[in-house]
């Protein structure tokens, strides 16, 4: 499959030296111009959420004002069976996207595989010189660019702010301090002190984080999911709900947290800048004011959150590069993101959109932008996503009492190795 992708990529190329040896010219994106003009159609698939897809498939279709020839199809595909679909649909070539919204983790495993067109040296400098430098480092596979950031996020904690209030505690800076709050807050309210999801194996990385942990060490090859802070980790989840400090569930985490969050059965959440415009929706934020965000509760050695976010990337068996090429171009722009940062309260990866008015006026994204200058990043190797699957089913185990935390961290270790080849 792979060499079926290869080949499809080198005609491609072929095509994109023949025209530009006939002397097309560039568009203001950056996109050459067959015959003076982009044409055709560019597919887009997206991954929002439900409260955003409304507002990126309007921003994308609006590359039609800029590109009247150029047809936009936008197609949104859920975040959870995005990677997989993604790859079934490069390696196959049938029915492949131009454009995809890769979560940051997948961006090199796409590219290791050959999936993804480099993108311009020309527009790659861009990237190196007027994004945030730690948004673009996940765009890259073996020094060369192959994904452009649109959006860069972590995580912090989401509280409501009268229930902390009713409960005469302030917003915890510690998972001791969050177990003291939460239990204010159901001797005063009855209500649960934090939804914290044990679904989802991402809501696992502020814990290793803060005991000191990581997954792996790049840099040494070395699995490190099953150390002594990895433990510690798998402990403190299961010890938050445990004792009472947390409710969780294993299924349809994220509804039943935002459900929980948005109608005032659960005080504090932990959650990133995508989950906002979702959570205004809900009852108990009709006044936007009542919403509060903090730091992630530190661990027993720090607080720690990892860098999250989304990288838009060409399929390299496109057969409308220039104008796919052009589509990221513009979906990137400074424009667009600060758009995004109003609509949506989403973080811009351009350094010079933080400038902006409507960027400076949200209140979100103020707060999560320090946030993010600190959060750690996650190494960009090609397994990335592919860890989170086998520490997802362990997480789930050990959060809900199924398993021990020391097995849980044995058997992700495990399974890491599995996937990482030769790796300690």
Not at 151 to 156: E, K, L, R, Y
Request: hydrophobic letters at 40%; glycine letters at 10%.
């Amino acid at each position: 499959m792979r060499r079926g992708i290869a080949a499809t990529a080198l005609v491609a190329a072929l095509a994109l030296a023949a025209t530009a040896c006939g002397g097309d010219t560039k568009d203001a994106d950056g996109g050459a111009k067959a015959g003076g003009e982009l044409s055709g159609t560019v597919t887009w698939w997206d991954t929002s959420n439900d409260a955003e897809k409304a507002s990126f498939q309007k921003i994308a279709e609006a590359f039609t004002a800029k590109h009247p020839k150029v047809t936009v199809k936008y197609v949104n595909v859920p975040y959870g069976d995005a990677q997989n679909k993604v790859k079934n649909a490069f390696s196959s070539g049938s029915e492949a996207p131009d454009v995809i919204r890769a979560d940051v983790g997948w961006v090199a495993d796409f590219a290791s595989l050959g999936y993804l067109a480099e993108v311009p040296a020309d527009t790659a400098k861009k990237v190196d010189a007027e994004f945030l430098p730690q948004a673009a480092a996940s765009g890259k596979y073996e020094g060369k660019t192959y994904g452009i950031p649109q959006v860069i996020d972590t995580m912090g904690l989401f509280y409501n702010k009268k229930m902390l209030a009713d409960a005469g505690v302030q917003p915890p800076k510690t998972l001791e301090e969050l177990k003291t709050a939460a239990a204010a807050i159901k001797a005063k309210t009855g209500k649960a002190g934090l939804y914290l999801r044990g679904d989802d194996s991402y809501w696992f990385l502020p814990l290793i984080y803060g005991e000191g942990g990581d997954l792996v060490d790049a840099k040494t090859k070395t699995v490190t999911v099953d150390n002594p802070a990895g433990v510690k980790a798998f402990k403190a989840a299961r010890d938050l709900v445990a004792s009472g400090a947390a409710i969780t569930n294993a299924t349809d985490g994220w509804t039943n947290m935002q459900t929980a969050f948005k109608s005032g059965e659960a005080a504090m959440m932990i959650n990133g800048p995508w989950a906002v415009a979702d959570t205004y929706a809900g009852d108990q934020f009709k006044d936007k004011a009542n919403l509060g965000i903090a730091a992630v509760p530190a661990g027993s050695v720090k607080a720690g959150a990892p860098q999250g976010g989304h990288d838009l990337a060409v399929y390299a068996g496109s057969k409308n590069i220039p104008a796919a090429q052009a589509f990221v171009d513009y979906m990137t722009s400074q424009e667009v993101q600060v758009q995004s940062a109003k609509e949506l309260s989403l973080l811009p990866t351009r350094t010079a959109a933080y400038e902006q008015p409507d960027v400076k006026s949200s209140e979100m994204v103020q707060f999560f932008k320090p946030a993010v200058d600190k959060a750690v990043e996650r190494a960009w190797i090609p397994e990335n996503g592919s860890l989170f699957e086998p520490l997802k089913v362990e997480y789930t185990k050990a959060i809900t009492g199924a398993t021990s935390p020391e097995d849980a961290a044995k058997a992700s270790g495990a399974e890491f190795r599995k996937i990482l080849k030769g790796w300690k």
